[in-house]
Each structure stands twice: as structure tokens, then as C-alpha cells.
């Protein structure tokens, strides 16, 4: 069956990097885009970014743009976020989830259980 | 950018029929997806392409999409239906996906 978990999460002061990772299983992994997703605290959904399944592509939302980097290993079936100059308002938990052989065609037909940032001094 | 509308909640007494709107322009253009969350957990798709159900999904849930708006229908609605529930859309003008804000879902 599908799995994916994601590690690397913890509590980062504000202006750090943290490096996010997601293991996939149970699929093709190189075939499919991959996304994160976040969640702050009693707050709703936000999507942060997506990698297609060669890693040619890559979008981001605006509110991470510029600090954070979406990557892939697809002979370790992983994807990676890597999240610079953080902010507390970064504070969510973060969610990878799989996404479509197009990176327009779906968002999230399987969901990691999701790995805690914390941002604070 | 794209902006999807969501009522912040509705009610439904158990049996009956829940349906979650969500709003956008010309929606009915696009392929709406809904995911449903259950408190603590991570969320789970229920419906795919504006009506499609993923295996797994009962049948009692449904989607319609048209004009500025897209519809996730819960029919026979069970306690165990309560939750937070997203529509979702990819929008191809900013290459972004987008979710709306949400809708809690509570069974009386």
C-alpha cells in the first residue's frame, strides 16, 4: 500500500534552515509529482509547493518563494523541502502528499501523517 | 490570484443531506478535488475531478461542478462524517494549486 513519511521536522529559531524529507512506498514514485502542504496551528490547508516526476518542474507558492526549495531523489524514492530564512509564521505542520503524472492533475490521493516546524527564539 | 470560497460551517442532523459549497470564478472550468480531515489527523481525499470517489470512499459522497460553483454532497449523513472538508484547484494562470478555506462539518 502507499506510504509516505516525512521526517526532519523540530523547533528552528527565526532566520535558520530546516531540511524536510518525505520516503514514499507502495508506488511508482518516479512517475508521479510529489507536493508539501502545511497546516498552521487551528488554521486550514496551504499548499507550499510541487516537483513533477523528473524534478524539471517546479512551483511554489508566493508566501515561500525565494526561501524555500522543493527537491527529488527518485533512486531513494524521497522529496525533499528545504525551508531557509524561516519565519515564525512557517509554523505548521507539514504534509507531503502525492500528486498526478501532471503537476496540474492532482493533489493529494495519499497524505504523509505530516512532521511538526516550530519557529521560535 | 485564484481565491475558492468556503462557508465556514454547516450543520446536519444525522440521516440527512450535507452539501459544502465552494466558490470561484468560473470554477465550472476546472477540476475541483475535496479532501476531508477528522481532528488530528491528516486528510484524506473523497472526491476527485469534480466527481469522482477514490476507492475506499463510500458512495454517499459526491461532487457536482458548474458555473462560479463546485458542490461536495455527503448524503445519509453518519457522525463519523464531522470533520474539516477543502476543495482544491489547480490554477493554470499562476501555476499554483490552490485550497479554499474550509468547511466544518458538524453532525447535530
Known amino acids: 500500500q502507499v506510504r509516505l513519511v516525512e521526517s526532519g521536522g523540530g523547533v528552528v529559531q527565526p532566520g535558520r534552515s530546516l531540511r524536510l524529507s518525505c520516503a514514499a512506498s507502495g508506488f511508482t514514485f518516479s512517475t508521479y509529482g510529489m507536493h508539501w502542504v502545511r497546516q498552521a496551528p487551528g488554521k486550514g490547508l496551504e499548499w507550499v509547493a510541487i516537483?513533477?516526476?523528473?524534478?524539471?518542474?517546479?512551483y511554489y507558492a508566493d508566501s515561500v518563494k525565494g526561501r524555500f526549495t522543493i527537491s527529488r531523489d527518485n533512486s531513494k524514492n524521497t522529496v525533499y523541502l528545504q525551508m531557509n530564512s524561516l519565519r515564525a509564521e512557517d509554523t505548521a505542520i507539514y504534509y507531503c502528499?502525492?500528486?498526478?503524472?501532471?503537476?496540474?492533475?492532482?493533489?493529494?490521493?495519499?497524505w504523509g501523517q505530516g512532521t511538526l516546524v516550530t519557529v521560535s527564539s | 490570484s485564484y481565491v475558492l470560497t468556503q462557508p465556514p460551517s454547516v450543520s446536519v442532523a444525522p440521516g440527512q443531506t450535507a452539501r459544502i459549497t465552494c466558490g470561484g470564478n468560473n470554477i465550472g472550468s476546472k477540476s475541483v478535488h475535496w479532501c476531508q480531515q477528522k481532528p488530528g489527523q491528516a486528510p484524506v481525499l473523497v472526491v476527485y475531478?469534480?466527481?469522482g470517489r477514490p476507492s475506499g470512499i463510500p458512495e454517499r459522497f459526491s461532487g457536482s461542478n458548474s458555473g462560479n460553483t463546485a458542490t461536495l454532497t455527503i448524503s445519509r449523513v453518519e457522525a463519523g462524517d464531522e470533520a474539516d472538508y477543502y476543495c482544491?484547484?489547480?490554477?493554470?494562470?499562476?501555476?499554483?494549486?490552490?485550497f479554499g478555506g474550509g468547511t466544518k462539518l458538524t453532525v447535530l
Open positions: 482544491q484547484v489547480w490554477d493554470n494562470s499562476s501555476d499554483h494549486w490552490v
Open positions: 516537483i513533477s516526476y523528473d524534478g524539471s518542474n517546479k
Open positions: 475531478d469534480d466527481s
Open positions: 502528499a502525492k500528486g498526478g503524472i501532471a503537476v496540474a492533475e492532482s493533489l493529494g490521493d495519499y
